[in-house]
């Protein structure tokens, strides 16, 4: 068992007390999956939301997420992912079973709406539900594209990876 001096990082159950689900580590904790993310709760089926899916916040319930559906969407929040190695919140919380990417490499459903896709663009939501294009003025960002994409319409399954961060304001 880990002292206090020797822990680096400490992680309790809910409520902070220490049990056998609690996590003290002393050095690096590893995952397969390196994305950090949070479970969110989603307006309407979470059946219908999938990986790479672009979302904003709710306009009619502001604890919740939507798809993003308008270009350049003052809302917009991130991207979602199924991918996360760390994933904060649920459980007792009772956060929803959608994880929302907070940083990491993702997939992200992209549009060729505003032209083709290069690498290190600033990607911004679309008017296509749930899909980001590439942003080609000021806005909220919610992505950097890793890929390039040239196709010129909404694709049904990712087609670009993306570095998710939090959107700038």
Do not use: W
């Amino acid at each position: 068992t880990a002292s206090s001096t020797d822990t680096v990082a400490y992680f309790a159950s809910t409520g902070g007390a220490t049990t056998d689900i609690s996590i003290v580590a002393r050095g690096v904790i590893t995952s397969g999956l390196a994305d950090i993310g949070e479970y969110i709760e989603v307006v309407g089926d979470e059946e219908e939301y999938r990986q790479g899916d672009v979302v904003s916040v709710s306009v009619s319930d502001p604890t919740k997420f939507e798809k993003a559906s308008r270009a350049y969407d003052s809302r917009l929040a991130g991207i979602i992912t199924t991918t996360a190695g760390l994933v904060a919140g649920g459980g007792a919380d009772s956060h929803g079973s959608r994880i929302l990417a907070l940083a990491g490499r993702v997939p992200v459903k992209v549009s060729g709406a505003n032209g083709s896709i290069a690498v290190g663009d600033a990607l911004t939501s679309s008017d296509a539900a749930g899909y980001a294009m590439r942003a080609t003025r000021l806005g909220r960002v919610v992505a950097t594209a890793l890929e390039p994409f040239s196709g010129t319409s909404a694709s049904a399954s990712p087609s670009a990876s993306a570095s998710a961060s939090t959107p700038a304001a």
